[in-house]
């Protein structure tokens, strides 16, 4: 098994729950099932691996700086999963996403060092 599909699939699990965790707050964040919600943690995943390769081939950190610890990529990367992932969708458009990345940073941040996954 390649080395990263453990840590890929932890990561997966944890943006999951976090994602879980934020359909249930007064965010206008909603998903029709866990199924949703986890097929958008997937994208999501897939979408932020994509932008970390870029990001780290290209820009050599400066976007992470630039976007305050990377709160405006997942804010793009909200919105992008939210419109590729039929039945997950941000009731109240851009504050919606604003809301959903901003919570997803920090309970991505609480749940990952509560498994030791980065």
Partial sequence: MPSFVVPFILTWIVTTVALIIITFLPTGVESDSFGKTAI???VFGLLNGVVSILQHSFLSGLLWV???G???INLILFGLSAKLVEGFRLRW???SAIIGAFLLTILRSIIGGI???A
Avoid: N
């Fill in 40 to 42: 958008t943690g997937l």
């Fill in 66 to 68: 630039v976007t305050l």
């Fill in 70 to 72: 990377g709160l405006l």
């Fill in 93 to 95: 458009g851009i504050w």
């Fill in 115 to 117: 498994f030791g996954v």
